[in-house]
């Protein structure tokens, strides 16, 4: 009869573990919005309860608060934006740099069409149909379908993402508005003895994700300043814009650097940049790395998440495959929720252990 119970209950968790993942995955549109919304919430909490104190009220604290996190925004779209737009001018002159890359690698692989070894007839050939634009190794930006369906579809793009950024914030203004009634909901849900307990594992699971967020914010502004200025000295175009694209990049563990390192290289290439300009971008790399892996991190974030490597590369795969690129940003933290909550809960102990590093 023992062993019935103890099956039933492994079923139970079963079903509870693969319903979860059913309403996350289907439920993307709804519940990602509003976890991205709850950690922002947590990460603004700090500045609301300060302004609270210093005697402001409910609503003016989270207008406050909401105040920061635009400025925030603005000031880095004001950066990137900047650059953006002198990218948007230089786009002709881009395009035809990037047209002479694809032409000289036909030229040098045989194998793709157009190429011919390298040979002067082929280098001849080569440049003759760029100029007429008639052969396969012409424009090859320019040779893409931009018409009224794909503006469209741009501008509709823009509209949905402008309305999520919109919803969210609406989201975050409720979460801090309504942050005492939810805490108080948790409480009265606890069994009376456990009321405590409850209460220290909210407040744990509370202050991971916020040191985790805010230590990571930090990483990224920090980051940015070092990428920009190794990208400007090497010479590299937009280097502000690629920059911190990387830093943004590098809150995905061990993915993120390497997709940001190829990024930033693909765009020296784009823009002829020669062997000097890879080795400079490959150093930057390389000195920020080593600072943010052993002076930045430990000093910054420390080990506030305490999940292991293999959890954090299943947690990010597992995420970005529900939810997209978004999801391996938000993994780390919501694993780290998970985490805690699983220390507090008998029964539940020995998968905080898979999940730690202890």
């Known amino acids: 009869m023992q062993d019935t119970s103890k099956l039933q209950a492994y079923v139970w968790r079963l079903a509870a573990v693969i319903g979860t993942v059913v309403v996350l995955y289907y439920g993307q549109g709804v519940v990602l919005l509003l976890v991205i919304a709850g950690l922002i919430a947590m990460l603004l909490n700090p500045i609301d309860n300060k302004l609270r104190s210093w005697g402001w009220k409910s609503g003016f604290a989270i207008a406050g608060a909401v105040c920061v996190l635009l400025l925030f925004f603005a000031a880095l779209f004001f950066a990137v934006g900047k650059q953006a737009t002198r990218f948007a001018d230089n786009w002709p002159k881009i395009e035809e740099r990037i047209s002479e890359q694809v032409a000289k690698a036909r030229e040098q692989i045989a194998v793709l069409p157009g190429g011919g070894g390298g040979g002067d007839t082929a280098a001849t050939g080569g440049a003759a149909e760029t100029q007429d634009g008639g052969g396969t190794s012409g424009s090859v930006i320019s040779s893409l379908p931009i018409g009224g369906k794909q503006i469209t579809g741009a501008l509709s793009g823009t509209l949905s993402i402008l309305g999520d950024f919109l919803l ?24 009376d003895t456990r009321r405590a307990e409850t209460k220290e594992t909210m407040n744990e699971a509370s202050d991971v994700a916020q040191n985790y967020l805010k230590g990571r914010l930090i990483l990224i502004l920090i980051l940015s300043v070092l990428y920009g200025v190794g990208f400007s000295i090497v010479g590299l175009d937009y280097a502000i814009v690629v920059a911190v694209l990387v830093a943004v990049l590098s809150i995905i563990p061990y993915l993120g650097n390497i997709i940001g390192g190829v990024l930033a290289m693909a765009i020296a290439i784009a823009g002829g940049g020669g ?30 998440v305490d999940i292991n490597p293999l959890t954090t590369i299943v947690a990010v795969i597992a995420f970005t495959v529900m939810w997209g690129p978004v999801g391996a940003i938000v993994a780390i ?22 999940l730690g590093q202890e």
């Open 168 to 191: 969210m914030l609406v989201y975050v203004v409720l979460f801090l508005a309504q942050k005492e009634r939810l805490y108080e909901f948790v409480l009265r849900r606890a069994p």
């Open 275 to 304: 062997t000097d300009m890879i080795l400079g971008i490959l150093a930057t790399m390389a000195v920020a790395q080593l600072l943010e892996s052993y002076i930045l991190t430990p000093l910054i974030v420390g080990d506030e």
């Open 333 to 354: 933290p919501l694993v780290a929720i998970l985490r805690v909550l699983c220390m507090h809960v008998e029964g539940l102990k020995d998968y905080a252990y898979l």
